[in-house]
């Protein structure tokens, strides 16, 4: 089915730790980014990409780095976990350059525990 | 900045209620406007948009009027149902810097049988 796909769907890490989290969609749409969602805070963006080799900061991007190599593909990387990273992860894509009117396709999550 | 500031929930109803989620926001340009649903142990769904004002969004029952002179963007429903028990999101997008939504905190709705 057409979507977005996020693996793993759950994490445990210690902290210090590295790790990458995976994102595909194979709608060919070129924005993608990434949120982390933490209670009563709603969805805070990481990072976020307008197209293949083009990425940029969101509001919260320090800890996490990213990577835009194809169109389908855009992999959040935890260079050094810490227990303030727990928090469930969404990657999420839209059509067209810069296409939030459009509305994003959200993948289904990945909750991470740092300990 | 933009922002959104979205009603606090819990919000908890009877099957069949009315329903109106209170959504206001602050933006410097003409922003579209979005209305989200996030069900239990699942990403976000787009459930209703409207892209200027006096735009009328709806889907599944769920409507929301894009109000510029209040800056409102009110998500309603004339009969719930506990299937839709969820998280609702209130977003919206700059025109110009399209390159991202912001969304407000959530509301969370229970609907009791």
């Known amino acids: 089915n057409a979507g977005v796909t996020q693996t793993p769907k759950f994490q445990v890490l210690k902290t210090g730790q590295s790790m990458t989290l995976q994102c595909a969609q194979d709608?060919?749409?070129?924005?993608m980014s990434w949120y982390r969602q933490d209670p009563g805070m709603g969805l805070r963006l990481i990072h976020y990409?307008?197209?293949?080799?083009?990425?940029d900061q969101g509001e919260v991007p320090n800890g996490y780095n990213v990577s835009r190599s194809t169109t389908e593909d855009f992999p959040l990387r935890l260079l050094s976990a810490a227990p303030s990273q727990t928090s469930v992860y969404f990657c999420?894509?839209?059509?067209?350059?810069?296409?939030?009117?459009?509305?994003?396709?959200f993948g289904s999550g990945t909750r991470l525990t740092v300990v | 900045g933009d922002s959104v500031t979205q009603m606090e929930g819990p919000v908890t109803l009877s099957e069949e209620a009315f329903l109106t989620i209170n959504c206001t926001y602050t933006?410097?340009?003409?922003?579209?406007l979005f209305w989200y649903v996030q069900y239990p142990g699942e990403g976000l769904q787009l459930l209703l948009k409207?892209?200027?004002?006096?735009d009328k969004g709806s889907n599944k029952g769920f409507e929301a009027t894009y109000r510029k002179e209040t800056t409102s963007f009110h998500l309603e429903k004339g009969s719930v149902q506990v299937s839709d028990s969820a998280v609702y999101f209130c977003?919206?997008?700059?025109?110009?810097?399209?390159?991202?939504?912001?969304f407000g905190k959530g509301t969370r709705l229970h609907i009791l049988p």
């Open positions: 999420a894509s839209s059509g067209g350059q810069g296409g939030s009117n459009y509305g994003y396709t």
């Open positions: 709608m060919n749409h070129e924005y």
């Open positions: 990409s307008v197209g293949a080799g083009i990425t």
């Open positions: 933006a410097t340009g003409y922003p579209s």
């Open positions: 409207a892209t200027k004002a006096d």
């Open positions: 977003a919206l997008s700059d025109d110009y810097r399209d390159d991202k939504i912001i």
